[in-house]
C-alpha cells in the first residue's frame, strides 16, 4: 500500500490516547539510553525530553548518547545492573530475538490492546516483535537511500539518477572520468554493522539470500553477486578507498563536503546535507530509492529501524512507557521528521511533515515498502561478526568475494 492511500484523518493525539492509560508520576528520574550518530540528533531528543519533564514536573530524564555500536552492550550490561541500569533504550531491529530470549526487555503487548496497529508501518512493527510478542514501541522507521550531487550529474550530462546498479557504477566512472571528483561513490564499509546494512542492501537488489531451508546461503547467488560489485567498485577506483574505514557520519561529511557525486546512507542525511550550517551542498541534493537489478528488482532496501523498549530491571515500568509514549506519538514525531520520518502512515500526507523534503518522502513511499530484514535470529550479532570480518577481508583484498563468503558460511554454520 503506498503511503498516499492511507487515511489521514487519525487523531493529533491518537499515540496517547491509543496506548493506555497511565499513570502521572512526581519526583521520578528516568535514566534513558540513545544513540549519537543518525537518525534525530542529540538536540532533537534533548527537546522532546525537556518538553516531557515540562508536561510532567517532577520528573527528570537523565540522557546518555553513545555510538550505534556501544548499544548492544550498553543494553546487555544494563540488565545486570538492575534498578541501577537504564530504564529506557534505544534499540535496533537485529535485537529482539535475542533481547527476548535473555529476558532484557519488557513485553509490553498488553499495553499495546487499545493500539490500532494498522495506523503503523509493518516495516516498523518488525522492530519490536518477537515470536507473538511486543517489546516495546517502534519510533526510528529507516532505508538507506541513494543520495546525489545533481550538479555533478548534470556537469556530467547524466539525465537522470541511476536506477540499478549497473547503472550507478557506469555514471560513477563517467564522473570520474570527466575529473569532476575522484572518487564517485562513498559508503560506510567499516567492520561495523554499517557494512552489513550495505551489503543487504545490494544483495537484496540481486535477489540474495541469507540462509535457505536453515543453511547459510550467502556464498551464492545474489549474496555473492553483491560482494563482488563491491568489490568491483573499488577495483575500478569510483568508490573511496576510505569507505572501508568510514561509517554513515564520515559518508555524510564526504558527501556534504562535495567531495563525492553518490552516497548510500540512511534517512538523516537527507536534512543534514540541505543544511547550510552542515553542508556545502544545500539545493543540490537528489534522493532516490536504492538502486535494483535488471530483470530482477526495481529498487532495494534494508530494514533500519529501531524501538524505545524498557529494560526488565526498571522499577519504574509505567514512568518508562508513558515517557516512551510521549515520544513515539504522532505529534511529537511530526514535530521532528525533518531528520527521522514517522512510523505514522497518516503522517505522510501531511503538508506541515512533507514540506521541503518531498523527494525524500517520494522514495520513502517505495523504499519502506521494500525493507529488507536482517536475520531475525538470536545469534545475530556473532552472525554479522562473521560477515562484517569476512566482506572487510573481501573489500581489502585478503580474499576473493567467493573464498571470503565461502569462508563465513563454514563459521555460520557453526551457530546456528
Known amino acids: 500500500m503506498g503511503l498516499r492511500s492511507v487515511c489521514t484523518g487519525a487523531a493529533a493525539g491518537l499515540a496517547m490516547a491509543a496506548l493506555g492509560a497511565m499513570s502521572s508520576a512526581s519526583a521520578e528520574t528516568l535514566n534513558a539510553l540513545f544513540m549519537a550518530q543518525a537518525a534525530y540528533s542529540d538536540s532533537d ?22 555510538p550505534y555500536e556501544a548499544l548492544y552492550d550498553k543494553i546487555v550490561a544494563s540488565k545486570a545492573a538492575g534498578g541501577a541500569g537504564y530504564d529506557v533504550v534505544l534499540y535496533d531491529v537485529i535485537w529482539p530475538a535475542a533481547f527476548a530470549q535473555n529476558n532484557v526487555l519488557v513485553d509490553v503487548t498488553d499495553r499495546l490492546k487499545g493500539l490500532d496497529r494498522s495506523q503503523i508501518f509493518d516495516g516498523a512493527w518488525a522492530t519490536v516483535d518477537y515470536d507473538g510478542k511486543t517489546y516495546g514501541m517502534p519510533w526510528i522507521l529507516d532505508t538507506k537511500y541513494l543520495f546525489y550531487n545533481t550538479e555533478m550529474l548534470k556537469k556530467a550530462g547524466i539525465a537522470a539518477p541511476p536506477k540499478t546498479w549497473e547503472e550507478l557504477a557506469k555514471d560513477a566512472k563517467i564522473i570520474k572520468d570527466k575529473g569532476i571528483v575522484q572518487y564517485p561513490i562513498v559508503w560506510s564499509w ?23 531451508d536453515g543453511k547459510p546461503a550467502f556464498d551464492k547467488g545474489g549474496s555473492l553477486d553483491a560482494l563482488k560489485y563491491m568489490v568491483q567498485t573499488l577495483k575500478d577506483g569510483v568508490s573511496n578507498p576510505n569507505s572501508k574505514e568510514y561509517l554513515e557520519e ?56 529501531m524501538a524505545l523498549g524498557i529494560t526488565a530491571g526498571s522499577s519504574k515500568v509505567d514512568l518508562a512507557w508513558k515517557y516512551i509514549a510521549y515520544l513515539t506519538s504522532k505529534p511529537v514525531q511530526d514535530k521532528y521528521a525533518q531528520l527521522s520520518l514517522p512510523i505514522w502512515k497518516a503522517s505522510y500526507t501531511d503538508p506541515a511533515v512533507t514540506k521541503g523534503q518531498e ?11 521494500l525493507m529488507t530484514p536482517r536475520p531475525m535470529v538470536a545469534s545475530y550479532q556473532e552472525l554479522s561478526t562473521i560477515l562484517q570480518t569476512q566482506i572487510q577481508n ?16 563454514k563459521d555460520a554454520a557453526r551457530i546456528r
Open 45 to 66: 531528543v534533548k527537546a522532546m525530553t525537556a518538553a516531557f519533564e515540562k508536561d510532567n514536573p517532577g520528573v527528570t530524564v537523565n540522557l546518555e548518547f553513545v
Open 190 to 212: 567499516s567492520q561495523a554493522e554499517a557494512v552489513i546494512c550495505d551489503y543487504v542492501t545490494i544483495a537484496a537488489a540481486y535477489g540474495g539470500k541469507f540462509f535457505d
Open 250 to 305: 564520515d559518508v555524510r561529511k564526504v558527501f556534504s563536503a562535495g567531495d563525492a557525486a553518490f552516497a548510500l546512507n540512511w534517512t538523516y542525511m537527507y536534512g543534514k546535507a540541505n543544511d547550510p550550517a552542515e553542508s556545502k551542498v544545500v539545493g543540490k541534493v537528489g534522493v532516490e530509492p536504492a538502486p535494483g537489478v535488471e530483470g530482477k528488482t526495481a529498487a532495494s532496501a534494508v530494514n533500519g529501524s
Open 359 to 369: 523527494p525524500l518522502v517520494q522514495s520513502a513511499d517505495v523504499a519502506i515498502g
Open 394 to 409: 573481501a573489500l581489502a583484498g585478503k580474499a576473493t568475494p567467493e573464498d571470503a563468503l565461502a569462508a563465513a558460511a
